[in-house]
């Protein structure tokens, strides 16, 4: 079963920069379209980011410019580069995956557990 471990979370300062890592195993990272969701305290879970098998690209829009999805085939690990990052970006992030494209719904069959990340001075 295809399983996903997310990393690189932590705290940084209001327009820093942070890069998760979604790494995943049994399946390889091209065959399946993986997005990145973040969950705030209270709010509901929100698609930010999605990359599909032909490498095509999808971003809400509150963190188009600033965030990049990107997948290192070599490594089987997909990546959110976040930079010029908000307070509102807080939240933990989570890495999906499936065979089929839910774009930015969290209809996704995989999921990782998870990685914390906090915008904070």
């Known amino acids: 079963q295809l399983q996903l471990m997310e990393s690189g979370g932590g705290l940084v300062q209001p327009g820093g920069s942070l890069r998760l890592s979604c790494a995943a195993s049994v399946i390889l990272v091209d065959a399946v379209n993986i997005a990145w969701f973040r969950q705030a305290p209270g709010k509901e879970r929100e698609g930010v980011a999605r990359?599909?098998?032909?490498?095509?690209?999808t971003y809400v829009d509150s963190v188009k410019g600033r965030f990049t999805i990107s997948r290192d085939d070599a490594k089987n690990t997909v990546y959110l580069q976040m930079t010029s990052l908000k307070p509102e970006d807080s939240g933990v992030y989570y890495c999906?995956?499936?065979?089929?494209?839910?774009?930015?719904?969290?209809?996704?069959?995989?999921w990782g557990q998870g990685t914390q990340v906090t915008v904070s001075s």
């Open positions: 999906a995956a499936d065979s089929l494209d839910y774009e930015l719904s969290p209809e996704y069959d995989y």
């Open positions: 990359i599909t098998t032909d490498g095509d690209t």
